[in-house]
């Protein structure tokens, strides 16, 4: 692997702001973004990628490449949660297991911005139908998990109720801003997106630098939680993300040659919710754990991911 690649990544200002979250909170700073301020650079984030990615999409059409790229975004994130449920079900059992399973199928928006950006920095350009697949890839593994925690719990006083679940993972908000700015995206003519065009391309990474830092502050209160709970649980959250991503972008090759998407591919595969799962495990499975599958996520695979995982994806469909 490019070792200049690995470099650039590590010393990237978005993921320098990241760690500098995580000091912050090892030196008991009393630095925060408001959660009001945190919450809107979310939803802008989300919003420039769908409506950039909407804007990509109406210049690509729909084609045969497109539909086979959602159905394997789609079959991913029902593979992933199926495999590591009975690796997790012993350790964690049934509920914990189904929720970390449901996670680590499920996709991190957050991550999925920094890998836009991380392509950017490549001088490669995000397709669209990439934002859409983002999107279909959250509620499958969401259902999935509820599906094995339902079939494994013996305990039939525990119902799981998956009508509130499916409801909760199809308009959450963070997929309803996305797919709802990529519809947008897409009907709006070029003059009509050249008028917005400071707002969705010029501040991006600006905004980007400063949310990763408020994630780096969170992730930084998180890991404490996460450390009494044994080793299992780390190298999971290091291991397992970094194998899904190297399998799904290897196999990517099968349904797209274009190594922007195949890299996408293969950052939604090792990314783990810690927004969308959480949220709707706390509805439906209430005896889920929040405090080891949220950490998991969020303080050890995200920065994983935004460190070494991306070079390591990006040379992998680069080469093979």
């Given at each position: ?61 729909f084609t045969t490449e497109v539909l086979w790229s959602m159905l394997f975004g789609v079959g991913a994130a029902i593979f992933i949660p199926l495999y590591t449920f009975f690796i997790l079900k012993k350790r964690f059992g049934v509920f914990d297991a189904g929720a970390v399973a ?219």
């Open positions: 692997m490019n070792l200049d690649l690995l470099f650039d990544n590590l010393t990237n200002p978005a993921l320098l702001f990241f760690i500098l979250g995580i000091i912050a909170v090892y030196l008991k700073s009393d630095l925060e973004i408001p959660a009001n301020s945190s919450k809107f650079i979310s939803l802008y984030l989300l919003f420039s990628i769908g409506f950039k990615g909407g804007q990509e999409l109406s210049h690509e059409g449901a996670a680590y199928g499920s996709v991190s928006a957050v991550t999925f911005v920094t890998a836009v950006s991380y392509l950017e920095s490549m001088q490669m350009t995000l397709h669209g139908h990439m934002v859409a697949i983002m999107a279909l890839m959250e509620s499958p593994a969401i259902i999935a998990g509820l599906i094995l925690i339902s079939i494994n719990n013996k305990s039939h006083s525990e119902k799981i109720k998956k009508r509130n679940a499916l409801k909760h993972s199809l308009t959450n908000g963070s997929v309803l801003l996305i797919m709802g700015s990529l519809i947008i995206g897409f009907m709006a003519s070029a003059k009509q997106a050249e008028g917005i065009k400071p707002f969705t391309d010029d501040i991006f990474k600006g905004f980007l630098a400063i949310f990763l830092l408020d994630m780096g502050i969170v992730s930084g209160r998180k890991l404490n939680s996460l450390l009494s709970k044994g080793w299992f649980p780390f190298a999971f959250a290091i291991i397992i993300p970094l194998v899904n991503g190297v399998l799904v972008g290897f196999l990517s090759s099968m349904v797209t040659e274009d190594i922007s998407s195949r890299f996408i591919f293969a950052v939604l595969a090792a990314s783990a919710s810690y927004i969308a799962v959480p949220a709707a495990m706390k509805i439906t499975v209430p005896k889920a754990n929040p405090g080891l599958f949220l950490p998991m996520a969020l303080a050890v695979t995200f920065p994983v991911n935004i460190t070494i995982g991306m070079p390591v994806y990006y040379y992998i469909v680069s080469n093979f």
